[in-house]
């Protein structure tokens, strides 16, 4: 099997299995409650310690090397980070993200990846900078999908933001 598929499957199996309760999908009209939300972290740094604790050194090594299938990192380790911890609805974590023009779980989610993986290569990260990525890659997004609230949607909506990029728009897509 290929250290990527490996590693990635590794991942996986470790982030599901160090959450206490299964994941429950939480709409995107509903908040999840305090006490649902206890152990979510609060501020991007938090989320990344987070990460951290939830792989071990040779997933982290697999992500050092780019080993690793980040379209099926983020489908589906990504879609159990936004919903356990409340980037749809909910958190301060969502808050932390909305506050500074990310509003949709998709993007936060991105954002928290692509900085984690910067720091377990460089050993920090530019939160300014990732944050400014995502922020103009969401206004974006919204400006062309002409749909501002649209972020407001369930993991299980039709519609993938990733699906197709603005500048296909025009091109019959």
């Not at 996986?12 to 206490?20: A, N, Q, T, Y």
């Not at 377990?120 to 300014?128: A, N, P, Q």
Request: hydrophobic share 35%; aromatic share 8%; proline share 4%.
């Amino acid at each position: 099997m290929p250290r990527t598929i490996l590693a990635t499957i590794l991942l996986i199996g470790v982030i599901l299995s160090s959450c206490e309760k299964p994941t429950a999908h939480v709409p995107a009209n509903e908040s999840l409650t305090k006490e649902e939300h206890k152990d979510v972290p609060a501020t991007f740094s938090a989320a990344l310690d987070a990460l951290d604790e939830m792989t071990t050194e040779d997933e982290k090594q697999a992500y050092r090397n780019d080993e690793v299938n980040m379209g099926l990192v983020h489908k589906q380790v990504g879609m159990r980070l936004r919903n356990d911890w409340g980037l749809w609805s909910g958190s301060e974590l969502k808050d932390y993200f909305s506050e500074r023009g990310i509003a949709h779980a998709d993007w936060s989610s991105s954002a928290i990846f692509e900085a984690w993986i910067e720091r377990l290569k460089t050993g920090s990260f530019d939160e300014d900078a990732i944050i400014a990525k995502y922020e103009k890659i969401e206004s974006e997004w919204r400006e062309w999908s002409g749909s501002p609230d649209s972020y407001m949607q369930s993991e299980d909506d039709g519609s993938d933001p990733f699906g197709i990029q603005p500048a296909e728009k025009g091109s019959g897509g």
